[in-house]
């Protein structure tokens, strides 16, 4: 059958991550097709992709160079055919098959979601961070969500899922935050300024850390890194001030929230 979802993802070298990542996609309940971006990588990766041992349509994308992700990812959606694009972090493992008809059915109907994913924050500091204890993720390793779906502030760009039609819409991602960080939150924030909501679905997920960082800014000294980190931060907050702080938890919820910070953890 024809696919909906055009998955998207960029890579650079790290192919035992890709591999896996892919490897836990086999039984997804739906179809989809896939988009690769290589960043030049040195590792194998070229040749594996070639060889595609997969049951999946593939379109690949190799640059000669690293470009880093978000150009990457620009580069993925414009070669995606379907009307739904999912960006998907190589580091991760789904543990869930039906997890894309969860991200699917979340923009469905007509409840005002525009943006959806796996891991998000429902509140942003006027700095631009997100405040710790109001995250929400799936993850294996938890504490994970209890509710099917929540809505968030920002989703995290580990998984983001939307329409193509939105995202031509929004000229895609701001390639002015450079390599690597801000451009989730910023998408997060354009997707709402059309009057959308961003929410995370309950759809239990790995993340190994570091398989899309591996690239030229991951061999980066953690003074440089940081110092980029903080480049993003006051881009987007030079481009949302008007919209931070953001909050999209209930006054009940906040209060609830806030009592359950300053309950004395138990002892374990």
């Known amino acids: 059958p024809m696919s909906r979802v055009s998955?998207?993802?960029?890579?650079?070298?790290?192919?035992?991550l890709t591999r896996a990542?892919?490897?836990?996609?086999?039984?997804?309940?739906?179809?989809?097709?896939?988009?690769v971006v290589d960043n030049g990588s040195t590792d194998g990766t070229a040749e594996f992709l070639r060889a595609f041992p997969y049951p999946i349509p593939l379109?690949?994308?190799?640059?000669?160079?690293?470009?880093?992700?978000?150009?990457?990812?620009?580069?993925?959606?414009?070669?995606?055919?379907?009307?739904l694009v999912?960006?998907?972090?190589?580091d991760t493992e789904m543990r869930d098959p039906r997890w894309l008809e969860r991200l699917v059915a979340a923009l469905e109907g007509d409840r005002g979601v525009g943006l959806?994913?796996?891991y998000g924050a429902r509140r942003v500091r006027r700095d631009g961070r997100y405040v710790g204890r109001t995250i929400v993720h799936c993850l294996v390793d938890?504490?994970?969500m209890r509710e099917p779906e929540v809505e968030v502030a920002v989703v995290d760009?580990?998984?983001?899922?939307?329409k193509r039609s939105l995202l031509e819409q929004l000229g895609g991602f701001d390639e002015g935050y450079g390599f690597f960080h801000g451009y989730d939150r910023d998408l997060s924030f354009a997707v709402r300024e059309t009057g959308r909501r961003c929410v995370v679905v309950n759809a239990p997920f790995v993340h190994r850390g570091g398989?899309?960082?591996?690239?030229?800014?991951?061999e980066l000294p953690l003074a440089d890194d940081l110092a980029r980190r903080q480049e993003a931060l006051a881009r987007f907050v030079g481009k949302w001030g008007h919209r931070l702080p953001s909050d999209v938890r209930r006054p009940a919820e906040r209060v609830r929230d806030w009592l359950t910070s300053r309950a004395p953890r138990a002892a374990l």
Not at 86 to 90: G, I, K, R, S
Not at 211 to 218: E, K, L, N
């Open 21 to 35: 990542c892919l490897e836990s996609l086999r039984p997804t309940t739906i179809p989809f097709d896939l988009v």
């Open 116 to 118: 959806v994913g796996l």
């Open 211 to 218: 398989g899309t960082r591996a690239s030229s800014a991951a």
């Open 59 to 83: 379109r690949l994308q190799r640059n000669g160079e690293n470009l880093g992700l978000i150009r990457a990812l620009n580069q993925g959606w414009r070669l995606a055919g379907s009307e």
């Open 142 to 144: 938890g504490p994970a």
């Open 157 to 162: 760009g580990v998984c983001l899922c939307l």
């Open 7 to 16: 998955l998207v993802m960029a890579v650079f070298n790290q192919l035992p």
């Open 86 to 90: 999912c960006f998907l972090h190589n």
